[in-house]
């Protein structure tokens, strides 16, 4: 789901060999299994004691070898259909569905992959920590801005890949209304739909991207080529969020993507960003760099 790692997870107390082909899944079931060697480095926004998990190779270059070589219990992820039978044939199979699917929230995945390990109410105490933490921000946010429309957008390396901005119905879109945060209305205009995410934005367009606020996601390499071609660009200097100085550089590496752990990394960047003006420094020296 998050990425494109399959990782393995050693349920040592029950000698019980978990293989988990996206990160997302690994994250899920991170929550509900205890006493592992659990870990990774594939995701910096991730809990410490996940570094050490072996990889398989990425989606499209599992090595299945391997995966046999250390003979799973389960193998859980989101993958197409032809690999179902493959991976049957090694350990039984769950095709969890992707949270990334229009209309379905993260927390439906959340929720699923608890159920899978009967670890319900861990899910829930997990939600309901995650809920508290957005009744507390939205409150920080409403004492000390008011309303506020907020603009999310994401780009890529090479000059010829266009950015885009998240919609309403995105993951990200998805916090910011929890949160009471609204999107410009030249966004809204364009997302009636609730199966676009998001929506390409060409730098005649730019104007698509302006609001109160500006998170801006940048993939490895793009902060040389598709965001240095808009940041020099007049019509990007004419928006009122880059005059204000209200752009925030954010990792995409969790704003893109849905889960637990990304929605509780979110919620930092915009306590730090929205509430905390003495930590935006950072964001504006890596702007005036560029």
């Given amino acids: 789901?998050?990425?494109?790692?399959?990782l393995y997870i050693s349920r040592c107390n029950y000698s019980f060999i978990l293989a988990c082909l996206t990160n997302l899944c690994l994250i899920y079931f991170f929550n509900f299994i205890y006493n592992c060697i659990l870990e990774m480095s594939k995701g910096r926004y991730l809990p410490k004691d996940v570094e050490n998990i072996p990889s398989l190779g990425k989606i499209g270059q599992i090595n299945l070898e391997k995966m046999v070589q250390?003979?799973?219990?389960?193998?859980?992820?989101?993958?197409?259909?032809?690999?179902?039978?493959?991976?049957?044939?090694?350990?039984?199979?769950?095709?969890?569905?992707?949270?990334?699917?229009?209309?379905?929230?993260?927390?439906?995945?959340?929720?699923?992959?608890a159920?899978?390990?009967?670890?319900?109410?861990?899910?829930?105490?997990?939600?309901?920590?995650?809920?508290?933490?957005?009744?507390?921000l939205q409150q920080a946010i409403e004492h000390k801005i008011g309303k506020l429309e907020v603009s999310v957008s994401r780009f890529s390396a090479g000059i010829q890949n266009l950015p885009i901005f998240y919609t309403i119905?995105?993951?990200?879109?998805?916090?910011?209304?929890?949160?009471?945060?609204?999107a410009p209305p030249q966004q809204l205009a364009l997302t009636f739909n609730p199966d676009r995410e998001s929506v390409s934005v060409?730098?005649?367009?730019?104007?698509?991207?302006?609001?109160?606020?500006?998170?801006?996601?940048?993939?490895?390499?793009?902060e040389d080529t598709s965001f240095k071609q808009y940041l020099k660009s007049p019509l990007w200097q004419k928006l009122n969020v880059v005059q204000n100085e209200r752009v925030y550089i954010v990792d995409s590496d969790y704003w893109a993507f849905g889960n637990i752990f990304a929605a509780n990394a979110i919620l930092d960047d915009l306590f730090k960003y929205l509430v905390q003006e003495e930590n935006i420094n950072d964001t504006k020296e890596s702007l005036n760099r560029n």
Avoid: C
Avoid at 1 to 6: I, K, Y
Avoid at 81 to 105: C, G, M, Q
Avoid at 202 to 222: H, K
């Fill in 1 to 6: 789901l998050l990425g494109d790692v399959a």
């Fill in 70 to 113: 250390l003979h799973p219990d389960l193998i859980v992820g989101v993958f197409y259909s032809p690999f179902y039978e493959l991976f049957s044939k090694i350990a039984p199979t769950i095709k969890i569905e992707d949270s990334y699917e229009p209309r379905r929230s993260w927390k439906d995945s959340f929720h699923e992959a």
């Fill in 115 to 136: 159920s899978l390990l009967d670890k319900t109410q861990q899910a829930e105490r997990a939600i309901a920590h995650y809920q508290q933490r957005v009744k507390i």
């Fill in 169 to 182: 119905f995105s993951f990200s879109g998805e916090i910011f209304q929890e949160l009471g945060l609204s």
């Fill in 202 to 222: 060409s730098l005649e367009r730019v104007d698509l991207l302006d609001a109160d606020v500006l998170f801006a996601m940048l993939d490895p390499g793009s």
